[in-house]
């Protein structure tokens, strides 16, 4: 009775242990090599599959969980691999299609608790770790570190083998497994209001090779992540499918056969096309034909390269002629010459804190200063940059975060939303008015506010995230529109406890970002917008603090430190001198 007594609490409290993590954890449908299929049975219960390696033989309880947490990241015949590692070779596993990703750097320990086991071929064993975040069901990593606990039970079987006897619902992979099985994916989708893409970081399982890009487009079926719900919008019809499985033809293209999108009109068809196209860019270089029922989705065109797509980018990217503008000694300068820019704002007649440059070029936002209070101004670049009113009169607070604009999406191609933060606490956006004047809107961010005051906010130059410093953490949001408001929704904090003293922030790309930050060994990283990872630039030249920074696709980084500026086109390069530098300048980039 002792001894069933004993296995019955272990095993409560495995459950109730396990039971925690999933409820944290979730659900999510990870795409696999192929479904589910029953694993063959060789001699002691053992699968015998050819294609994943055997455990070796007379290993210990805590190296049989540590290589069953390495083999889970193989998606091969039904995680073929780890089940190897478990009691009857796991014919009774069925684990949520979900992923914990945990540190590389993890321990499988005895429990130490209660007391000794009584049946000598049984033991629990935890693995203790850093969990990294999970893979979602839409295959969105949700980055969340916290401490890992898994307690295993294993026994010794009949040929003396250590075997897993309960493994997890949920699995848990290491970080560099999980990179070396998975392939990151952006798939694309559209803005709300404008014909420009955006990218959803997925990922899927990379082997086998011929079936990647099969398995990327039946993810861009399943439409955007959860985080993005809201914040784009879909051309792919509900009901869109394919007619079969994507593959290479024996002239070299790659068939995707589409059904289910025939009736769209033919603007909506080039739309898709640039969607499966641009989606199957980083796993394919051959060329895409597009079928929609058998014949060429769009008329005229059967196969497509990404370079034969228009450009879906073009409101999302300041144009080679803009070279970026710097607030020095209270005035606007250009980063092309150093000059001060025509105008007021570029004559010194506002005391401007900060500022921003529409991505088009031609509206300008100043934050100035006046009798301690900051103020918001907006008008056109090189003329007259007239104070916001608001019901109290001129829109101010004690603190105005710098501006940043919203692509356009008027007739005429001006810019006409601008954001801003007043006192940490109310998210506005300003809004050109029909007579040309602005309007204040608050924005809803309850749940970014949550976490605490905003020091820094900055918009995607597609307009579908917002990238947020709150309290010297990085975080991303969703910019989730509906006809009556505008919502921070989807919040995502990159890099937590890895990544401290963020001061400021911008969109190196439309995925990834770049931080300024006060960690004297990291003073400026590089951060994709899932948070998986950080890459920190070379540090050289640098005295810190670096006080700002500014970056935009296809330019270089810019950062002001405490002696001026100092450019840098990738993390490994030194940085070197701006060739306009000032003291105290503010670099930024239109955005």
């Known amino acids: 009775m002792r001894r069933t007594g004993r296995l019955r609490a272990v095993f409560v409290r495995v459950a109730a242990l396990c039971s925690g993590l999933v409820l944290v954890a979730g659900c999510a449908t990870v795409p696999e090599e192929s479904q589910p299929v029953a694993v063959p049975q060789g001699e002691l219960g053992q699968a015998s599959n050819p294609d994943v390696p055997q455990p070796a033989r007379d290993i210990d309880a805590l190296t049989?969980?540590?290589?069953?947490?390495?083999?889970?990241?193989?998606?091969?015949?039904?995680?073929?691999?780890?089940?190897?590692?478990?009691?009857?070779?796991?014919k009774d596993w069925h684990p949520g299609k979900v992923m914990n990703v945990i540190d590389d750097q993890f321990n499988t320990v005895y429990s130490s608790g209660g007391e000794p086991p009584q049946d000598p071929n049984q033991v629990v064993v935890f693995i203790h770790g850093t969990?990294?975040?999970?893979?979602?069901?839409?295959?969105?990593?949700?980055?969340?570190?916290?401490?890992?606990?898994?307690?295993?039970?294993?026994?010794?079987?009949?040929?003396?083998?250590?075997?897993?006897?309960?493994?997890?619902?949920?699995?848990?992979?290491?970080?560099?497994?999980?990179?070396?099985?998975?392939?990151?994916?952006?798939?694309?989708?559209?803005a709300q209001d404008s014909n420009t893409v955006v990218p959803d970081l997925r990922y899927v399982a990379g082997v086998p090779q011929s079936g990647l890009a099969d398995r990327v487009v039946r993810l861009l079926l399943s439409g955007p992540s959860d985080q993005l719900s809201g914040a784009v919008r879909n051309p792919l019809p509900e009901g869109a499918s394919t007619d079969g499985t994507v593959t290479a033809t024996g002239d070299g293209a790659l068939m995707v056969p589409l059904t289910g999108v025939g009736d769209q009109t033919q603007e909506v068809k080039r739309m898709i096309a640039a969607q499966v196209v641009l989606s199957l860019q980083t796993v394919t270089p051959n060329r895409v034909r597009l079928l929609s029922d058998g014949v060429p989705l769009v008329d005229g065109?059967?196969?497509?390269?990404?370079?034969?797509?228009?450009?879906?980018?073009?409101?999302?990217?300041?144009?080679?002629?803009?070279?970026?503008?710097?607030?020095?000694?209270s005035r606007i300068r250009s980063l092309g010459d150093g000059g001060p820019?025509?105008?007021?704002?570029?004559?010194?007649?506002?005391?401007?804190?900060?500022?921003?440059?529409?991505?088009?070029?031609?509206?300008?936002?100043?934050?100035?200063?006046?009798?301690?209070?900051?103020?918001?101004?907006?008008?056109?670049?090189?003329?007259?940059?007239?104070?916001?009113?608001?019901?109290?009169g001129p829109l101010s607070g004690g603190?105005?975060?710098?501006?940043?604009?919203?692509?356009?999406?008027?007739?005429?191609?001006?810019?006409?939303?601008?954001?801003?933060?007043?006192?940490?606490?109310?998210?506005?956006?300003?809004?050109?008015?029909?007579?040309?004047s602005w309007m204040p809107q608050v924005v809803n961010a309850e749940d970014?506010?949550?976490?605490?005051?905003?020091?820094?906010?900055?918009?995607?130059?597609?307009?579908?995230?917002?990238?947020?410093?709150?309290?010297?953490?990085?975080?991303?949001?969703?910019?989730?529109?509906?006809?009556?408001?505008?919502?921070?929704?989807?919040?995502?904090?990159?890099?937590?406890?890895?990544?401290?003293?963020?001061?400021?922030?911008?969109?190196?790309?439309?995925?990834?970002?770049?931080?300024?930050?006060?960690?004297?060994?990291?003073?400026?990283?590089?951060?994709?917008?899932?948070?998986?990872?950080?890459?920190?630039?070379?540090?050289?030249?640098l005295t810190p603090p670096v006080r700002s920074i500014t970056a935009a696709p296809g330019r270089s980084v810019v950062v002001a430190d405490s002696g001026g500026l100092?450019?840098?086109?990738?993390?490994g390069e030194v940085w070197r001198p701006h060739p306009h530098t000032l003291p105290k300048a503010s670099p930024f980039y239109p955005g």
Do not use: C
């Open 399 to 436: 603190t105005l975060t710098r501006p940043t604009w919203r692509p356009s999406a008027t007739a005429d191609g001006t810019a006409g939303e601008v954001w801003t933060v007043v006192d940490g606490e109310t998210v506005l956006r300003v809004l050109r008015t029909p007579d040309g």
């Open 566 to 571: 100092w450019t840098a086109s990738d993390v």
């Open 341 to 392: 820019i025509q105008g007021s704002a570029g004559a010194g007649v506002y005391n401007a804190i900060s500022a921003a440059q529409s991505i088009d070029g031609r509206q300008l936002a100043i934050v100035d200063e006046e009798g301690g209070r900051q103020r918001l101004r907006v008008g056109g670049f090189g003329r007259e940059v007239p104070l916001v009113s608001s019901p109290g």
């Open 131 to 190: 969990s990294l975040g999970m893979l979602g069901r839409d295959n969105a990593f949700i980055p969340a570190k916290r401490a890992y606990d898994m307690p295993l039970v294993v026994q010794k079987q009949t040929d003396g083998q250590w075997r897993i006897v309960n493994p997890p619902d949920t699995m848990v992979v290491a970080y560099s497994d999980f990179t070396a099985n998975y392939v990151r994916v952006p798939v694309y989708f559209f």
């Open 64 to 90: 049989v969980v540590r290589d069953f947490v390495h083999a889970s990241a193989q998606p091969l015949s039904n995680n073929g691999a780890a089940r190897l590692y478990l009691a009857d070779a796991g």
């Open 448 to 541: 970014v506010l949550a976490v605490g005051p905003i020091s820094v906010l900055r918009l995607s130059r597609d307009g579908a995230r917002a990238a947020i410093v709150i309290n010297g953490q990085l975080l991303v949001a969703a910019v989730v529109r509906t006809q009556d408001a505008v919502q921070l929704r989807g919040l995502r904090s990159l890099q937590t406890g890895a990544l401290t003293g963020v001061v400021d922030v911008d969109w190196l790309s439309q995925d990834s970002l770049v931080a300024a930050t006060t960690m004297p060994s990291q003073p400026v990283v590089k951060v994709p917008i899932d948070g998986l990872r950080m890459d920190a630039f070379n540090s050289s030249n």
């Open 301 to 329: 065109q059967a196969e497509w390269l990404p370079s034969e797509l228009p450009s879906y980018t073009g409101l999302a990217s300041p144009s080679a002629d803009q070279p970026g503008l710097m607030v020095a000694t």
